[in-house]
């Protein structure tokens, strides 16, 4: 991990952490290794908490607050269809989070988020056909219908961890999109079209992609932000610790699968807030929404960004979802193998994934750059 | 030696663990008073370790119960006992490595203050917890390396981690795993000065292969061989008794030492 991102969550001065999806360090620690796995961090010396945290503190606030800006400014430049594909991206790094939260942060692989992003996007889907094309309340039924289907779901996974976990939330999320699959209730594998556009505080329907792109990014940004305070909580710690040594922490007097089975179930409320967000932008949701291969897209964008990192992996998401859904038509359909391409060498040349790319080791980089174009120069 | 009248703070009775046949501790009956620094000897497969565990609650018993201040806490796992003021260290230092020695120390406190779930604020506006914890690692001398990686400490560094840790719990009764195991000189020195130093209300448990760290820190030595309790009594009185020499101080003919032990299977 950085330096700058350790002594910035260490430090005094904090971002406005309710604005920014991209200045969350995550916190230096936590950044660090699981991606791999194999590395151990040793490094990491910093001395200054205080006054030394403000300065990368406030540059991290720019970035942000400049990420922002430009996201949202994306529909007063760009053409509807650029627009629609960065809320997908939005909606889809907002599962990307939820799988971060239990695979960076707490150490648990996860490959059944899609079944709550699914409860999520069908919730809000119905409740637009049929009670109301409120965005508000559709987005915060789903975030409920997620946190219910990953407390009455998650309680058998949380008491394993590791190859174990993994299988059984496999089987959760295989299991839930079978369901989704032949309920007929829910359109079965047609899916469910025919959502009317959202409106919001009971103004005109937002049919233009700009205005739900607005809206997918306002919630978006709501949900990194939560996200990025429950990392940084005491809560957070908990969960890092969980992830570093589980046997330790019952030894302190932790009930590890207590403290696993709440993330669990916050996992579930934002990987449901994420699909009703997906669906208010594509106005239909089908099985295929939620199968398997985006349950393991979303967790190779956490490889990919770098686990633990918060804004690392949403940039890994943005990046797969481009690769997959912009990308591979130009590429005659080759999109996976790309993706594929991608993740070897992540895992080859970026153990910390794009989260690691920052900070020092960048300046690094330009500095090393610097020195030798300088030496060119003299020469 | 031991006041009578006082509820011991810990208290094992009949305490038995076996592996199969194999009984690794024989019903041990041992009484710790409450400030008490006690110390369990033994030559090497004396059960010392199984006893340790047993009693820390890594493993369950096969009979005979524990019992902190007067309370049967035999059948609770181990994180409900560290809960109740009972905690360990290990042989080989269990720490989170990832995350700061601060943060090692701050996962001690948080529990203990009620604060380990608390998500609605970032964990350094909780003052009082931050604090606590640099007091800990003050007192072990690691305020220095506050905010370094847990996993650049050095093995001595470590130990002195994990007692900042324990005593972070606000435990009773600490257990040290042979605290001293693997240790240069100087970090021995360093470290049996620092345990010294520790809280007199506290009640110490210490595992050790070293006797002169045991006669230097204990007030009371147990010695354990074949799973049983062979002699317990102050320092001087364990270094002068025979069955103890014979045993473990190294008089011993082999053949003794063989014939017994071929003897309990």
């Known amino acids: ?379 | 030696m031991t006041p009578q009248r006082v509820t011991p703070l810990l208290e094992l009775r009949g305490l038995t663990r076996s592996y199969g046949s194999l009984t690794a501790v024989d019903s041990v009956d041992l009484a710790l008073a409450p400030g008490e620094r006690h110390a369990l000897i033994g030559p090497n497969g004396a059960g010392k370790s199984t006893l340790f565990a047993t009693v820390a609650g890594t493993l369950r018993a096969s009979g005979g119960s524990v019992l902190l201040s007067g309370q049967d806490v035999t059948s609770l796992p181990e994180g409900e006992r560290a809960r109740r003021g009972m905690v360990r260290t290990y042989q080989h230092s269990s720490l989170f490595l990832d995350c700061s020695v601060l943060d090692n120390v701050a996962l001690a406190v948080q529990r203990v203050h009620r604060v380990a779930h608390r998500c609605d604020r970032a964990a350094r506006r909780f003052r009082h917890i931050d604090t606590e914890a640099r007091r800990h690692l003050d007192s072990v001398g690691l305020l220095g390396r506050a905010q370094d990686m847990a996993a650049a400490l050095s093995h001595g560094e470590r130990r002195q981690l994990e007692v900042a840790m324990v005593l972070a719990t606000e435990p009773a009764l600490v257990m040290f795993d042979e605290p001293t195991a693997g240790m240069s000189a100087a970090e021995t020195e360093r470290f049996v000065a620092l345990m010294e130093r520790l809280p007199e209300r506290l009640t110490v448990l210490i595992v050790e292969h070293d006797l002169d760290v045991v006669f230097r820190l204990a007030e009371r030595v147990t010695v354990l061989h074949l799973g049983k309790v062979l002699a317990s009594g102050p320092p001087e009185a364990i270094r002068a008794d025979e069955a103890v020499q014979r045993a473990y101080l190294g008089s011993a003919r082999t053949e003794d030492l063989f014939a017994e032990a071929g003897g309990e299977r």
Not at chain 1, 20 to 35: I, K
Not at chain 1, 82 to 93: C, D, E, I, T
Not at chain 1, 321 to 342: K, Q, Y
Request: aromatic letters at 6%.
């Open chain 1, 1 to 379: 991990m950085n330096i700058k991102a350790v002594k910035a969550m260490r430090g005094g001065t904090h971002v406005p952490s309710g604005t920014t999806p991209v200045s969350e360090p995550l916190d230096g620690d936590s950044a660090c290794d699981s991606g791999s796995g194999s590395e151990r961090r040793s490094g990491g010396h910093e001395s200054g908490t205080g006054d030394s945290a403000k300065g990368p503190g406030r540059r991290r606030a720019v970035v942000a607050v400049a990420v922002v800006a430009l996201l949202a400014a994306a529909p007063v430049v760009l053409a509807p269809y650029p627009v629609s594909a960065m809320s997908r991206m939005l909606a889809f790094a907002v599962l990307v989070l939820s799988v971060d939260l239990l695979t960076g942060v707490t150490g648990l692989p996860a490959l059944g988020q899609a079944a709550y992003f699914g409860a999520g996007a069908y919730t809000a889907v119905l409740i637009g056909i049929h009670i109301t094309s409120d965005a508000l309340v559709q987005t915060l039924a789903g975030l409920v219908m997620g946190l219910v289907a990953a407390a009455v779901t998650g309680w058998v996974a949380v008491r394993a961890s590791g190859i174990v976990f993994l299988m059984l939330t496999l089987a959760i999320g295989e299991s839930v999109h079978q369901v989704a699959d032949t309920w007929q209730a829910v359109g079965a594998s047609n899916g469910l079209a025919g959502m009317p556009p959202i409106t919001l505080f009971g103004g005109p329907p937002l049919l233009a992609a700009g205005f739900v792109h607005w809206w997918v990014l306002a919630v978006a940004v709501a949900v990194f932000a939560a996200v990025a305070l429950v990392v940084r909580s005491p809560y957070g710690r908990t969960l890092r610790g969980i992830r570093d040594n589980e046997a330790r922490m019952r030894a302190l007097g932790y009930r590890p699968a207590l403290a696993r089975y709440g993330v669990f179930c916050l996992a579930g409320a934002v990987a449901g807030a994420g699909g009703a967000l997906w669906a208010q932008q594509a106005r239909f949701f089908s099985p295929g929404d939620m199968g398997f291969e985006v349950a393991a897209l979303a967790l190779l964008s956490v490889v990919i960004g770098g686990p633990g990192s918060l804004w690392g992996p949403c940039l890994g998401a943005a990046l797969v979802l481009l690769v997959r859904d912009n990308l591979s038509a130009s590429i005659g359909g080759h999109g996976p193998l790309v993706l594929g391409a991608v993740f070897i060498a992540v895992v080859f040349l970026m153990p910390r994934g794009l989260a690691g790319l920052t900070g020092a080791r960048l300046r690094g980089l330009i500095a090393a750059r610097g020195a030798r174009l300088r030496k060119e120069n003299a020469s």
